[in-house]
DNA sequence: AAATTCTCCTGAAGGC
DNA sequence: TGCCTTCAGGAGAATT
């Protein structure tokens, strides 16, 4: 499931090959994903040059003349530069068309999205109440606490939710909190400054080595299947119910916050 | 207002 | 090539 560091390599990957092209041509084969995608996409957009790739949260933006296209990968979206006229795929639901080359996404669960925004992005809805960035100096500790003063909800749910902080998913918040020594389940108003800080750094830290082990995938990306390998081995607790517990032994256990699974050391998290 | 639950979707995994 | 049920999850929308 991309979470932000696929999404940062995705960003990475697609953007030398169609960086200063202009978009020729959208095939959409089926627009119904998360947000259906609009039936004059093409008319929005063809013709303009495109700029730059970047990425915010876990959306790819991407920077043409008159606005920019706001991608989503969703649970199981992937965007690959497709170099010959290789065909289509079942889910390979559209096409940006460039000189050369296109970006083909593939999404067997629709889950992701395609939209268009003129300038400024920032003012899309989507955009517009986003938090900070996790590995910027705007996630800090200060505005960390800040979002938590008074919160009866768990600091799990809380670092999961995009007004606070971006990019923070399901495996890194579980990761993260394991690495911090914090109960998923704590109200967030009630974990000390000095926990919150460590939680701040756990997040960068476990972020920024996933997108250094995604970033094995770049070199091979046009070619490669999609998915980094680098999850599995480095993984703490998430997957790992019932298994013992890396620090102390005692079995990880299981249980759900906010509809999502939820592993954690009763003994080391506290 | 804050917190929780619902919702979209399909493939994988598990039970029998 | 077994069939059916359950589960997984990003994140906005709906609900409590």
Not at 87 to 101: Q, R, S, T, V
Not at 227 to 250: A, D, H, I, M, S
């Amino acid at each position: 499931m991309p979470e932000l560091p696929e999404v940062e390599t995705t960003c990475a990957g697609i953007a030398p090959h169609i960086t200063g092209q202009v978009l020729r041509q959208v095939v959409v084969r089926d627009g119904r994903l998360r947000w259906p995608i609009a039936d004059n996409i093409d008319e929005l957009v063809v013709g303009q040059t495109l700029h730059e790739v970047t990425r915010r949260g876990k959306y790819v933006l991407m920077h043409f003349d008159e606005g920019g296209l706001i991608g989503h990968l969703g649970m199981t979206g992937s965007m690959r530069i497709v170099t010959r006229a290789e065909p289509p795929a079942y889910h390979d639901h559209f096409d940006l068309c460039f000189d050369g080359c296109l970006v083909r996404y593939r999404d067997p669960r629709r889950f992701g999205s395609l939209l268009w925004q003129p300038y400024p992005l920032q003012q899309h809805p989507l955009l517009a109440s986003l938090g900070p960035e996790p590995l910027t100096d705007a996630f800090n500790v200060d505005v960390l606490q800040v979002a938590c003063r008074g919160k009866k909800q768990p600091i799990k749910t809380l670092i999961m939710d995009s007004k606070k902080v971006v990019g923070v998913g399901n495996i890194y918040a579980n990761e993260a909190l394991y690495m911090a020594g914090i109960n998923p389940n704590r109200q967030a108003g009630r974990v000390s400054k000095q926990r919150l800080s460590l939680l701040v750094c756990a997040i960068k830290q476990v972020l920024a080595e996933a997108i250094a082990q995604g970033g094995t995938t770049l070199r091979n990306f046009v070619d490669s299947d999609g998915n980094p390998g680098y999850f599995k081995q480095r993984l703490q607790v998430y997957g790992r119910t019932g298994e013992p517990c890396r620090g102390c032994g005692e079995p990880l256990k299981e249980v759900r916050l906010g509809q999502r699974s939820t592993v954690y050391c009763r003994h080391c998290q506290r």
